[in-house]
């Protein structure tokens, strides 16, 4: 038997071939390594059917597979090192999400024309899929682990990002890596009071809802990302419920390809396994204490901090004596844990004394420093945060670049809100540097509250800068707050006001099903210290009207649909009640116009004159911006925008201007009127005139130099210094050139010479 034959029966049955020669066995374990884990399926998912294939490309990666939605196609990779594992005591888990300029057709438009940084989008993107995998991953799994986001092609009709999530899922649940899945994911659009599972671009530009959703098996949600314009609460589960009912279809679909080509998950050590013994002294020494602390409702954050903090270091020495070889903090951290739980069940009560539905105190103050356009001091708690609006000119919108255009990301943005945390806000040191991922983040979740009520036509430009000066717990909610109120403080015509705030979820597990919720409570605005001990940190903006943005971040394998309806009607009362006492301090948006506010104000130029205003190269236009702080950006042909950062400054460029044009100022030509003007200089088409010393010189064409033909001006005998007559014919329309003729002269059995300031000339 040759080699051909071995390779077509590999191929088409794909059995052992025993041969003696080790090229043989060789040539098989290369075929079936191949062929082992490829498969292809399709899945409805709505109106398109959702392509998903695995084992073709990215064969060393541990899992990787490819998603398609109509020709646009994401491929995912996933490797994680059974190695080394974390000794931070969390899985060290890295999601990159990569736009490609090739993917969409384009070369990147920077000086390397190659992918450089990563994007505002990209980092949205990857926290999305971060936000949607990690909880399925078992705990005490804290081995490295990568997941890479490919984009291979993007047909700018549906979006990638969605597509990603659910690659990720396949990757993982096809692969060894230990993983509790798998999810699916879809994005529900409102277009029209219909809702659309995974709508196009176009589709999406009106829709009303911007929700991915991604869920496990049972029905259980494991992340929500949203915007929308004023939603109604009943519109949203409608909506939650609907995207739920497809994600079962991909999840069913995972399933049966994982069962049929799925590899054996892999044996490991689980890093968080802790010694019985161990916990049971740690509670013995540590859970009286801990227990009087939590229920001390007098201590505020960094009190409780560091009474835990004091009890932890006197628990460690002494469990030292008796298990030097034992790291004593996670037994310690697990006790902390359990302690604070279970009081959150016996008490009804919380750490610092509140009931589940009540609010922290709040205080608002807007106008502090006359300087700024519109600022406001939010003061929620023991977390603070002070926001300022700018406004600034049109020319200053956000504009993105070609690829994320194709991607999904708007053209231009008007409102734009920058969100930072320094680390003194919660008392910690560090360098200042760029936006990070959590910065990033929270930003772009308080911009997407807030961006419905901002009006579309708005003549400005506006930055909303956040920065929390206090931190204990959602601080991207009080931005939210504090960004409203600093917004009408402005004089921005607001829709509605808009608040936000956070919900948690504490939980107790079924003893008989791991991933089955006993029992639960639902805490409404939540400290810093229940976000990191409970099982979901649900945060909702919205007016009084209904919903603007949404996100949950979920620790547990999936919440029902049940509690997390439970969760949204919590949060419409405790955001009712934030709005009650933010009017308190400010109700509407400001009517009056402050001395410092900018004004804008649009003039007409006629065209003619244009090249004059604007001056060579833009001079004029610099000059008047460089001494007066005042930018001038054109709108049309003859439409200029002015935009002036005070009236004072306005009125000084509008003198500016005055006398500009008052200098350039021509004489009135008569239509049909004859001249006598000057060559001033020779060309191949013509030759250059000029009727007056304040009109720009200007070409007779040599077809309106005589009757007869003439090919060089030259064949007249004209020369440089010249005189001669011609007729104004009024302004080209579309240019506003000067039209003149010498030909109709010589048909016009008299004429009558006009001299501007000189005498005819032959």
């Known amino acids: 038997m ?39 399926v399709a899945v409805n998912t709505g109106n398109q059917e959702m392509h998903i294939s695995c084992g073709k490309l990215a064969r060393m990666a541990d899992g990787g597979s490819i998603v398609q939605l109509g020709h646009t196609s994401v491929m995912v990779a996933v490797v994680s090192k059974s190695t080394k594992s974390s000794a931070a005591g969390f899985l060290p888990l890295t999601v990159d999400y990569r736009q490609k300029a090739a993917a969409a057709g384009r070369i990147p438009t920077n000086y390397l024309r190659r992918e450089l940084g990563q994007s505002d989008r990209e980092i949205l993107s990857g926290r999305m899929i971060d936000r949607s995998i990690r909880p399925l991953f078992p705990k005490g799994y804290l081995y490295e682990t990568q997941v890479m986001c490919n984009q291979l092609a993007v047909d700018g009709i549906n979006d990638p990002d969605v597509l990603a999530i659910n690659a990720a899922s396949v990757a993982l649940a096809m692969s060894d890596i230990p993983w509790n899945g798998p999810i699916g994911a879809v994005r529900v659009g409102l277009v029209d009071g219909e809702l659309l599972i995974n709508p196009t671009r176009k589709q999406l530009s009106k829709s009303r809802l911007n929700l991915v959703l991604a869920a496990s098996d049972d029905d259980n949600i494991v992340m929500l990302d949203s915007s929308a314009d004023i939603l109604d609460e009943s519109d949203f589960i409608a909506a939650l419920k609907l995207g739920v009912k497809y994600t079962k279809n991909i999840i069913d679909t995972i399933k049966d390809l994982q069962t049929k080509n799925g590899k054996s998950k892999r044996t490991y050590i689980k890093m968080a396994n802790m010694d019985e013994e161990v916990l049971k002294i740690t509670k013995s020494l540590a859970g009286l204490q801990i227990k009087e602390v939590f229920c001390n409702y007098s201590h505020d954050k960094f009190s409780r901090d560091r009474a835990i903090a004091d009890i932890k270091q006197s628990v460690s020495e002494k469990l030292r004596e008796n298990y030097p070889m034992v790291d004593t903090s996670y037994a310690f951290d697990h006790i902390c844990k359990d302690v604070f739980r279970s009081l959150v069940f016996e008490t009804d009560m919380r750490c610092d004394g509140r009931k589940f539905t009540d609010l922290r ?19 929620r708690g023991q977390t603070q945060v002070l926001s300022t609006t700018t406004f600034d000119s049109v020319d200053s919108a956000f504009k993105s670049d070609t690829v994320s255009l194709v991607t999904g990301a708007s053209r231009e943005k008007n409102f734009m809100l920058h969100y930072e945390f320094p680390p003194y806000a919660t008392n910690e040191t560090g360098r200042l540097g760029g936006m990070g991922r959590r910065e990033l983040g929270h930003g772009a979740l308080a911009e ?115 509690i997390m309806e439970e969760a949204i009607m919590a949060a419409r009362v405790g955001r009712i009640k934030i709005l009650d006492i933010m009017d308190g301090c400010l109700d509407k948006p400001r009517d009056e116009t402050r001395s410092n506010s900018p004004v804008t104000e649009k003039i007409v130029i006629p065209i003619h004159k244009r090249a004059r205003f604007v001056g060579l190269g833009g001079y004029n236009l610099k000059k008047l911006r460089s001494s007066t702080g005042v930018s001038v950006n054109s709108i049309d042909e003859t439409s200029f925008d002015i935009f002036a950062p005070n009236q004072e400054a306005l009125d000084e460029a509008k003198e500016i201007i005055d006398e500009l044009l008052a200098e350039e100022k021509e004489p009135i030509l008569e239509f049909g009127g004859i001249y006598s003007a000057k060559i001033v200089e020779m060309k191949d088409i013509g030759v250059m005139v000029q009727l007056h010393p304040k009109i720009q010189p200007v070409l007779v064409h040599n077809s309106q130099l005589d009757q007869k033909k003439v090919n060089h001006p030259s064949a007249l005998g004209f020369e440089v210094g010249q005189e001669i007559s011609v007729k104004y014919f009024g302004r080209d329309p579309a240019s506003g050139k000067i039209r003149l003729s010498r030909k109709v002269l010589f048909s016009s059995a008299s004429k009558t010479i006009k001299a501007l300031g000189k005498k005819p000339g032959s």
């Open 2 to 40: 040759n080699i051909p034959t071995i390779c077509r029966l590999v191929r088409s049955k794909r059995h052992v071939i025993c041969q003696n020669t080790s090229y043989s066995k060789h040539f098989y374990c290369q075929s079936a390594w191949k062929t082992r884990h490829e498969a292809q």
């Open 361 to 379: 105190h709040i205080s608002c103050a807007v106008d502090l420093y006359k300087p700024l356009h519109g600022s406001a001091l939010f003061q």
């Open 448 to 562: 997407k509250g807030l961006r419905p009520v901002v009006p579309d036509d708005f003549p400005f430009t506006i930055r909303l800068t956040c920065e929390v000066l206090e931190s204990n717990g959602s601080s991207s909610m009080a931005s939210v707050c504090g960004g409203s109120l600093a917004l009408m403080d402005a004089g921005v015509p607001l829709k509605e006001a808009v608040a936000g705030i956070a919900i948690g979820l504490m939980t107790k597990s079924d003893p008989d099903n791991e991933s089955g919720i006993q029992n639960y409570k639902i805490l409404t605005d939540i400290l810093g210290i229940e976000d990191y001990m409970g099982d979901m940190d649900f945060k909702m903006a919205g007016t009084r009207n209904g919903i603007t943005a949404l996100q949950a971040d979920i620790k547990l394998s999936g919440v029902p649909i049940g």
